[in-house]
């Protein structure tokens, strides 16, 4: 069965709650209200700015400012006006973690000037921006980089590692490997031990497993022990829609993506449906402080089972 079956079929059995569960965060309003971005210092000098979308990290450098994300449609105003009430100093660099528009939209309202960078497979995901697994094109809204003609796509990539500027002002770049999408970038800040990690640690809870944009419930476990065991120095991570995380948080949700893959794999090999594994799914007693979510456990077991087939 291909994974558009796998898929369509999920989709059928629920379409409107599993969407709303799917996706990260909303689609804006086509009547949104004002636009507030709340601010949490944390580092002297990094901020994490929260609402509409995933978390934007603010790095204040020696001589500009670095973005780690830029929000929904709509977003990269209020997030430059935000910076603006912080410091001085200009944005020079935007650093997009992943292809997703809660993640990406923002990026078509900043100065041209702005240096835009990305893990290779994430430039040609934004060259697409195709649907995510599990959601509607309506929740999505329209491509915002085809609307401004190609406006605030990336100008630079890597492929495993880059390193940005040097000494207090230095950020580092890491990709080990497929998980949310095939191109969730890992962002460090030496200096300060933080780490932003973008969608592949969102939240202590199921992931979303972006089959359409190269995820994958196969590897994203690994892929994130490998980040751990890859990364030295951090203490703090910022996550793409949650509180502020520690170190050992980010192992720890290593292994409940690998305990999660286990289960299904034995759940596959016992002969049972997506939806009788789906059904069964309890979430492990070990994990305290998880939130479930019974419709993202059942597309990503459709997502894992059809990667399983192939």
């Known amino acids: 069965m291909t994974r558009a079956i796998v898929l369509g079929t999920l989709m059928a059995a629920g379409a409107g709650a599993l969407a709303v569960s799917a996706y990260q965060a909303p689609a804006p309003s086509p009547s949104p209200g004002p636009k507030v971005v709340e601010v949490e210092k ?30 929904l449609p709509g977003w990269g105003q209020p997030i430059l006006d ?27 309202e900043f100065p041209a000037t702005v240096d835009i960078v990305t893990q290779e497979n994430t ?15 309506a929740q999505v809204g329209p491509n915002v980089f085809q609307a401004s003609g190609g406006k605030g796509m990336p100008k630079r990539t890597f492929k495993d ?45 199921p992931p979303l497993l972006d089959g359409n944009n190269g995820g994958s419930g196969v590897h994203i476990g690994d892929t994130l022990a490998k980040a751990h065991a ?13 509180t502020l995380m520690t170190w050992a948080d980010l192992d720890e949700y290593a292994r409940f993506n690998k305990d999660f893959l286990a289960w299904v794999q034995a ?38 089972y059809d990667e399983l087939k192939h």
Not at 51 to 60: I, K, L, M, R, Y
Not at 83 to 98: D, F, Y
Not at 274 to 280: D, P, S, T, Y
């Open 230 to 242: 890859g990364i030295k120095g951090v203490d703090t991570v910022i996550t793409g829609h949650s």
């Open 42 to 71: 944390v580092k002297d000098n990094l901020y994490m700015l929260k609402g509409g979308g995933g978390n934007t990290a603010v790095f204040v450098g020696t001589s500009g400012v670095v973005v780690v994300d830029t929000k």
């Open 123 to 137: 430039k040609t995901n934004m060259e697409k921006m195709a649907v995510p697994t599990g959601i509607t094109p």
């Open 161 to 205: 590692k880059l390193t940005l500027a040097k000494g207090a002002d230095q950020v580092d770049l890491y990709y080990f490997g497929r998980g949310h999408t095939n191109g969730d970038a890992f962002v460090v800040f030496p200096a300060l031990h933080v780490m932003h990690a973008g969608d592949i640690f969102a939240r202590k809870g």
């Open 82 to 108: 935000k910076i603006k009430e912080l410091t001085p100093k200009p944005v020079t660099t935007i650093v997009n973690t992943h292809t997703h528009g809660d993640h990406v939209s923002g990026n078509v």
């Open 267 to 304: 759940e596959m090999k016992a002969g049972k449906s997506v939806e009788a594994a789906a059904a069964e799914y309890a979430l492990p007693a070990s994990y305290a402080g998880y939130t479930n979510n019974p419709d993202r456990v059942k597309l990503n077991i459709g997502v894992i």
